[in-house]
């Protein structure tokens, strides 16, 4: 296993281990042999962190590059060979996406972009789509729920402007592998170049709908 790898996926273990009660996944008779490209819907920060203890191979997270800048966080991003999302930069980005699948790693993407905070999801880019195309690698489409009496707000101080991160302090996560999509390399939409990742997007919805359907019927008995 790859050393700066493992050193992160320790790190990420430990608050999962402290903070994220119990992990009850669905779906693991679909999860597809490597290499293939995760995409989720992005909730919780702290969603990412239980993905490496789901998927055996190594995964390369897309993570927006200004956070590559923040000390300690970005060496170890880099370390780990994680992927910078960087504007203007797009092609280089598949590029280097389709080197990890070339050597039979996995890659996480989340197409929405920024974190949704546990509400409806945000409209997603192209990139899941693009990289799907380039590589003809399948995709595997997880969705996330946690209920939002977990979710804590963490106000935080980034690229000298306020915001918000939402994380998971305690309670259970939930996770629902989907059925992989797969498209022939080279393959584009044959009448929206839109349609691929809306498709995508939709499984993810259903997903995550499923999840939160389990939850409520859960607290209602």
């Not at 389709?98 to 990139?127: M, T, W, Y």
Request: with cysteine; net charge neutral; aromatic share 10%.
């Amino acid at each position: 296993m790859h050393v700066g790898y493992s050193l992160a996926k320790s790190i990420v273990g430990v608050y999962k281990n402290l903070f994220l009660r119990d992990v009850e996944l669905f779906g693991s008779e679909n999860i597809l042999p490597s290499p293939k490209i995760i995409i989720c819907n992005h909730a919780y920060a702290t969603d990412s962190f239980v993905l490496p203890f789901i998927f055996k191979e190594r995964l390369h997270y897309m993570i927006q590059g200004s956070i590559f800048q923040v000390p300690a966080i970005g060496f170890l991003l880099s370390l780990a060979d994680q992927l910078p999302v960087v504007a203007g930069r797009g092609r280089e980005l598949i590029r280097q996406a389709s080197q990890c699948l070339a050597q039979g790693d996995s890659v996480v993407i989340f197409p929405e972009g920024v974190l949704n905070h546990g509400k409806e999801l945000l409209p997603a880019r192209g990139g899941a789509a693009l990289l799907a195309a380039y590589s003809g690698c399948p995709v595997q489409p997880v969705g996330f729920y946690t209920p939002p009496e977990y979710g804590r707000e963490v106000r935080i101080q980034f690229e000298k402007r306020p915001g918000i991160s939402m994380w998971q302090v305690g309670g259970p996560t939930f996770v629902n592998v989907g059925e992989g999509i797969r498209i022939s390399k080279g393959e584009k939409s044959n009448s929206d170049p839109h349609l691929l990742i809306d498709q995508m997007m939709l499984r993810i919805q259903s997903l995550v709908g499923d999840l939160e359907a389990r939850w409520n019927t859960f607290n209602k008995s």
